[in-house]
């Protein structure tokens, strides 16, 4: 088999740069720029400490998930390391729960480019947004992994700069202030009580932030098509934990200082949105024109990422006879062209719902919270066993190992137990947990007699791990 290929015919075309976008393009979007107002009304400028939190649990996730992947770069990433460690049934829970899970972000990321298109047009139609960049992410993810992360790595500059400008000029704003604006200082931060909902809110405030880190997982899944996948891993997930945390936690403070915390907290349209408050309140021109067309971008890298994530879980799971054997072929540039064609079914059928309902935007949002949680706890579960049995790579390791791993899987539950008690994700995330119990069912009565192994994968990983 060529050194450039792995099992299926996937290409090896992506860069570490380039693998390090993936990951941003899908955890930085839209939990950032808009959803944060559902956790600032939760926690006031205490939703500091929770995306600091949150950062932390996200690092334990990607450093377990990126060590599994320096050693063993297979295809499905860690959804084929659950099936190594928890078992075939512990593979196919994690990777029928992840492919659902980027087919509803996807589908609901285009959904969220449509809307925000109306800034500028508003007598256009919903679905003409969505039908035009639903083709041409598709036909980015058709055609070769390497024109799909060289765009990837376009869109998520995109965001990195926007964040890093919003970031400068706000620190700026706060200690120094501008020519029209005097310096902020830190009284927004206490005027009202650094926690005004009291010290639960952060706890209840996790179940809002974690959905903003949804992607850092990625680096597992493209790890397989990466040219050089220990040094790739390596420098993709050092610089992926070291961005995210200090985009978040840096650009919520920003908020919490410039602005009251309860002016924040609003949630709705784009007019709403903490950033877009934030450069109105000091004024700077055309501040909703600006922010509208970065979320747009932030929107439509994270559906690119997640049609990415999904249609390579679907190839992965044709490999084990999970889903139906021809998915796994692809094309000739190396694009899995079939799995592709199913994530898309299931993103249009997503589309419909949300076109259809108007709230089918939010529950889904919900139902994805407690399907990334799941699946979170799986590849930890999963770390945990690969040490056991395999111990540590010396390339990239997660630091504290197991304890840390055991000590991510804590918090996980807790934020598990967070969306269960709050009033407006209970049901949502109830219908997640039923859909576990249907792929459950699903396995023993159908999947369990056509289940393949993974020896090839890993076989062709390790051989990969040693060329690199």
């Known amino acids: 088999m060529a050194k450039n290929s792995i099992s299926g015919g996937l290409a090896r075309s992506l860069s570490h740069e380039q693998m390090t976008m993936i990951a941003l393009g899908s955890a930085l979007g839209t939990g950032l720029f808009l959803g944060s107002g559902a956790a600032i009304g939760i926690a006031g400028p205490g939703v500091i400490i929770c995306y600091a939190i949150g950062s932390l649990i996200a690092a334990i996730i990607a450093c377990a998930a990126g060590e599994m992947a320096v050693k063993y770069p297979v295809v499905g990433g860690f959804g084929t390391m659950a099936g190594r460690y928890l078992g075939a049934f512990g593979g196919f829970i994690t990777r029928w729960a992840y492919w659902a899970t ?112 949804g992607g850092v997982e990625l680096i597992s899944i493209s790890a397989a098509e990466a040219k050089d996948p220990v040094r790739s891993v390596r420098s993709a997930g050092k610089a992926t934990i070291w961005r995210l945390a200090t985009f978040y936690v840096l650009a919520l403070f920003v908020v919490m200082a410039i602005m009251p915390w309860s002016a924040a907290s609003s949630t709705g349209d784009l007019s709403s949105s903490p950033f877009v408050m934030v450069f109105s309140d000091v004024g700077i021109p055309a501040a909703a024109a600006v922010i509208n067309f970065i979320v747009l971008v932030a929107a439509l890298s994270a559906a690119n990422a997640n049609v990415y994530a999904g249609t390579r ?156």
């Open 102 to 213: 980027t087919v509803c972000v996807a589908g609901a990321e285009l959904v969220a480019v449509a809307t925000y298109l109306k800034f500028w047009w508003p007598q256009l139609p919903m679905w003409v947004g969505i039908v035009v960049f639903a083709v041409v992410i598709i036909l980015l993810n058709a055609y070769s992994v390497k024109s799909f992360g060289l765009v990837e790595f376009f869109l998520s500059g995109i965001k990195v700069i926007a964040v890093i400008a919003f970031i400068l000029i706000g620190l700026i704003i706060v200690f120094f202030g501008l020519p029209s604006h005097p310096a902020e200082g830190l009284s927004h931060l206490s005027e009202n009580g650094f926690l005004p909902n009291g010290p639960s809110s952060i706890w209840l405030g996790m179940a809002a932030v974690m959905f903003s880190f």
């Open 313 to 468: 879980l679907m190839h992965s799971l044709s490999h084990q006879g999970m889903a139906p054997r021809s998915l796994q072929r692809t094309n000739r540039r190396g694009s899995p062209t079939r799995s592709l064609a199913v994530s898309c079914l299931g993103i249009l059928i997503v589309i419909v719902l949300a076109l259809v309902t108007e709230n089918v935007f939010l529950i889904m949002m919900s139902v994805i919270t407690t399907f990334i949680l799941v699946v979170w706890m799986l590849i930890l579960v999963s770390y945990i066993r690969y040490r056991q049995k395999d111990g540590a790579t010396s390339e990239f390791r997660l630091l504290g190992g197991v304890p840390t791993a055991i000590l991510g899987i804590l918090g996980l539950l807790a934020i598990v137990l967070a969306v269960f008690s709050s009033p407006d994700m209970r049901l949502p995330g109830i219908v997640a947990l039923c859909c576990y119990a249907f792929l459950t069912l699903v396995y023993f009565a159908v999947v369990r007699r056509h289940v393949g192994t993974d020896a090839e994968a890993f076989e062709e990983a390790e051989l990969a791990r040693r060329e690199g």
